[in-house]
């Protein structure tokens, strides 16, 4: 069935901001926002031990299975009259997997196969109408990180972070392109206006 509601996804590194946003921008735009499941036990108990050993390739591996499941569930039967804005989507997955599996000194065959699951999760999941990519710079992401202290972050190098900023800006636009997704980047090292954020995403979504 072709679907006639959108989602809009909002991408961006590690305590860039995203969570902050989300509520305002959908009550902006009269959408439903859907959050990241920081606060579901599961997700913060499997990153709490990937972020205490992150070189530990069985840590990764399940902390982004858990999130790739969760993220596709979310998202699964809601009902067709309203519009989502969701904080982080399939595409994430695709670049922190990216990130981890050219990190590692030897990555073994379970990425690979975790990075073909997105994919093919990615054939299910709802048409992605547009990406709103909050972009900052790798040190205001990891002084945000700092100040916000979340216990199962506790210890996330700046490398970590700065890799992450990397990958989203080498990989974001890649997988929009692939997909057809229109790319709305926001400089967020200083916080915008949600309802400024809501005019482009009216804007870019009418258009397309
Ligand atoms: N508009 C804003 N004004 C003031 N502070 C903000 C704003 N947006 C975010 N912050 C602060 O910046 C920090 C990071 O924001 P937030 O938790 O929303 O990031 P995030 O991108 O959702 O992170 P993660 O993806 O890791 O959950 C928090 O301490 C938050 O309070």
Redesign the pocket.
């Given at each position: 069935m072709t679907q006639t509601n959108h989602f809009v996804a909002v991408e961006?590194?590690?305590?860039?901001?995203?969570?902050?946003?989300l509520p305002k921008l959908a009550e902006a735009l009269d959408w439903d926002p859907i959050q990241?499941p920081?606060e579901d036990p599961e997700f913060a108990r499997l990153l709490g031990e990937f972020t205490k050993n992150p070189k530990a390739p069985g840590n990764r591996i399940r902390f982004q299975s858990y999130i790739t499941q969760r993220r596709a569930e979310i998202v699964e039967s809601l009902p067709t009259h309203r519009n989502y804005l969701i904080?982080?989507s399939l595409y994430s997955d695709l670049i922190f997997t990216q990130a981890n599996f050219l990190s590692m000194d030897q990555p073994d065959t379970e990425f690979m196969l975790h990075y073909c699951e997105i994919q093919k999760r990615l054939k299910e999941y709802p048409r992605i109408s547009a990406v709103v990519y909050?972009h900052t710079t790798p040190e205001k992401a990891h002084e945000?990180?700092q100040?916000?202290a979340r216990e199962a972050?506790d210890g996330t190098p700046f490398e970590y972070i700065r890799d992450i900023h990397n990958y989203h800006e080498a990989i974001l636009p890649q997988i929009c392109a692939s997909m057809n997704t229109p790319l709305i980047t926001m400089d967020w090292n200083d916080?915008g206006c949600e309802h400024q954020v809501a005019e482009k995403i009216l804007e870019v979504v009418q258009k397309h």
């Amino acid at each position: 069935m072709t679907q006639t509601n959108h989602f809009v996804a909002v991408e961006a590194n590690i305590a860039a901001g995203k969570s902050t946003l989300l509520p305002k921008l959908a009550e902006a735009l009269d959408w439903d926002p859907i959050q990241e499941p920081a606060e579901d036990p599961e997700f913060a108990r499997l990153l709490g031990e990937f972020t205490k050993n992150p070189k530990a390739p069985g840590n990764r591996i399940r902390f982004q299975s858990y999130i790739t499941q969760r993220r596709a569930e979310i998202v699964e039967s809601l009902p067709t009259h309203r519009n989502y804005l969701i904080e982080r989507s399939l595409y994430s997955d695709l670049i922190f997997t990216q990130a981890n599996f050219l990190s590692m000194d030897q990555p073994d065959t379970e990425f690979m196969l975790h990075y073909c699951e997105i994919q093919k999760r990615l054939k299910e999941y709802p048409r992605i109408s547009a990406v709103v990519y909050l972009h900052t710079t790798p040190e205001k992401a990891h002084e945000r990180l700092q100040y916000r202290a979340r216990e199962a972050e506790d210890g996330t190098p700046f490398e970590y972070i700065r890799d992450i900023h990397n990958y989203h800006e080498a990989i974001l636009p890649q997988i929009c392109a692939s997909m057809n997704t229109p790319l709305i980047t926001m400089d967020w090292n200083d916080f915008g206006c949600e309802h400024q954020v809501a005019e482009k995403i009216l804007e870019v979504v009418q258009k397309h």
